[in-house]
């Protein structure tokens, strides 16, 4: 069936320090893979995107990679800082779907002073 | 830069009532799409349209919701005759490629009693 999922739904780190967020999914003709940051209260924020013929993407601070062997996702966030502490969410597009975005549970992160 | 907008950003109602969400996309988009969350959970996919058609639905778009773009601004989710579930953040989202990132709005809460 459909389902993108997280490994851990909360991950708390020091200020500084790297974080990794993980993402499984179950679908191997999946096409697009995004990295959404929800902040309490507010909608869904673009951070990184990759395509399935990638393997890596970096943006500032941010990569995004994906192992389609084992069908796994990450996002690493280096030097974290307060302003990341929020839910973040991989989703997937399959082609042929619409568009249709397909979200998995969500990892809190929680970012200590 | 340009943003999605959403009215309102609460909505309170009786069950069995009518509400209509609203929402204003980004002006050159092509693409529009609802997602709903429900507290504590992850975002669902609703529907989406183009080109004045729904492209894709999902189980939860069922006979009560339906979906229009009136004039050329505004995209509205209809619920016909609202249950206590239907309470949930619903957020619209836009876009200009189909399998591209998605633009989310604030969202707008809406609470059945």
């Known amino acids: 069936g459909e389902s993108v999922g997280l490994h851990l739904p909360t991950l708390s780190v020091q200020e500084g320090d790297n974080s990794i967020i993980n993402c499984a999914y179950s679908?191997?003709?999946?096409?697009?893979f995004i990295w959404y940051k929800q902040e309490s209260g507010k909608g869904p924020q673009f951070i990184i995107d990759?395509?399935?013929?990638?393997d890596k993407r970096q943006g500032q601070r941010v990569t995004v990679l994906l192992n389609k062997t084992v069908k796994h996702l990450s996002l690493q966030i280096a030097a974290t800082q307060p302003g990341d502490s929020a839910v973040y969410f991989c989703?997937?597009?399959?082609?042929?779907?619409?568009?249709?975005?397909?979200f998995g549970q969500g990892t809190e992160l929680s970012v200590k002073p | 830069e340009p943003e999605v907008t959403q009215t309102p950003s609460h909505q309170v109602t009786q069950m069995g009532q009518e509400v209509i969400l609203r929402c204003v996309p980004i002006?050159?988009?092509?693409?529009f799409y609802w997602y709903r969350q429900i507290l504590g959970q992850k975002v669902e996919f609703l529907v989406s349209?183009?080109?004045?058609?729904?492209?894709?639905k999902s189980e939860i778009f069922d006979d009560q919701f339906s979906v229009e773009r009136p004039d050329g601004s505004n995209f509205t989710l209809k619920i016909r005759s609202t249950k206590l579930e239907d309470s949930a953040m619903y957020f619209c989202?836009?876009?200009?490629?189909?399998?591209?990132?998605?633009?989310f709005g604030p969202g707008t809460r809406l609470t059945v009693l």
């Open positions: 989202a836009s876009n200009n490629v189909i399998v591209y990132e998605q633009f």
């Open positions: 990759i395509r399935s013929n990638m």
């Open positions: 679908n191997s003709a999946s096409d697009y």
């Open positions: 989703a997937e597009i399959r082609d042929n779907q619409g568009g249709k975005l397909i």
């Open positions: 002006s050159n988009h092509l693409y």
């Open positions: 349209f183009y080109n004045n058609e729904i492209s894709e």
